[in-house]
């Protein structure tokens, strides 16, 4: 158990899995392509820890079956559970609660799911890995948006913006993506900004906030003159 290096234990995880959720005949093809030590088997963005790994081998199954849609949507709605239901909440993340306990829950909240739904969380059941629900549904929402070449925005401001601020904020920040690229904006108020705003368009940040100018400020006043 010990021996084998983490990205080794992580190709395994995903061969594992992979025969798991495809047919056979699909699942040798599958392990094949995921036989390298790196992740990098068709994903259309990165993702990592245990949680990326199970995402990952699940978007593949699921591409491979036609099937993207509707597993997204099965993990929005656990996803929605877990936001909006405190005991649901605790449940997943409790270590005292046996895994065959939350398997047997899971199983039952998930009625109505695709089968690759269900597969996947018995196999997190079984592995006691239902703790790393959330990641997973992040993990594998960030994979979808990628492959919708979707691009996550956030404008943060001081003050909330009115409709022409906001129409600005979008323009610019289209401006600044890619061909076939969408942005997915959202709009957040933050008072200890003071003012301006701040941006960050998928793994860039902009700190154009008065906060951030105060702070630059201060550290050159502490500077020996």
Known sequence: RGVLSPELNGTLLISVLMLRLFSSSAARVAVNQVSKRSMSFGLPADVHGVGGRYAAALWKAASEKNVLDAVEKDLDQVQIAIDTNEVFQRFIIDPTISKAKKTESMTAALAGSSPLTHTV??????????????AVI???KKLMQ????????????????????????????????????????????DEKLIGGVTIQIGDKFVDLSIARQIKDVEKLLEEPM
């Open 146 to 189: 990628a492959h919708r070449n979707e691009v996550t925005a956030i404008v943060t401001s001081a003050d909330e913006l009115d409709a022409e601020e906001e129409a600005l904020a979008r323009e610019v920040i289209e401006g600044k993506l890619e061909a076939g690229q969408t942005a997915l904006l959202t709009m957040k108020v």
């Open 121 to 134: 969380f018995d196999i997190l059941g079984s592995a006691g890995r239902i703790g790393e629900t959330p």
């Open 138 to 140: 992040s993990s594998f």
